[in-house]
């Protein structure tokens, strides 16, 4: 027998940080909606852009920590409700500013008050909410430590092994 055939894959921390990163996805976004604030996407790049004064597509992904892509369709919902401005910048055709409206901060706003609500009903108590903050920056910065290894390594690999 392998190590898959004898793990239960229910009890490994891969699961659980799984379905707890969904079920609070699921959660924060069903909550936004019911209370017709919009999702929790978009409550992600309104944080990051009301942070300052206005932000490339690029700047935003990078901050998220995803695609362009996914941010342009972000942006594109957000601009057409109303909660962002696009602003082209001189001399660059391509590249758009995003900031904040004034309904966008409103939004924000109410998003944050009905979420905290939920986060304290969640955790119970301030200990265990700053506890548990705590223990996710360390697993943030151990993953990113580990991710910028893996690319340090990865172009020395490739020469190694195109000089064998």
Do not use: W
Not at 40 to 67: F, G, H, N, W
Not at 107 to 131: C, G, M, P, W
Not at 133 to 159: G, S
């Amino acid at each position: 027998m392998t190590k898959v055939d004898n793990t239960d894959f229910n009890q490994t921390y891969l699961h659980k940080l799984h379905i707890l990163t969904n079920s609070l996805d699921r959660l924060f976004d069903q909550t936004l909606r019911m209370h017709d604030c919009p999702g929790l996407s978009q409550l992600m790049l309104m944080l990051v852009v009301a942070k300052q004064s206005s932000l490339s597509s690029a700047d935003i992904a990078k901050s998220l920590d995803i695609s362009r892509a996914a941010v342009s369709r972000q942006i594109d919902i957000a601009n057409e409700e109303g909660r962002v401005e696009l602003k082209s910048v001189k001399g660059d055709k391509r590249t758009q500013l995003v900031s904040l409206t004034h309904k966008g901060r409103e939004s924000a706003e109410k998003s944050i008050s009905i979420l905290e609500r939920y986060v304290f009903n969640i955790f119970n108590h301030q200990d265990t909410q700053t506890s548990l903050m705590n223990h996710i920056d360390t697993l943030t910065q151990n993953t990113r430590k580990v991710l910028q290894e893996q690319v340090l390594k990865r172009p020395a690999q490739k020469l190694l092994s195109e000089k064998e």
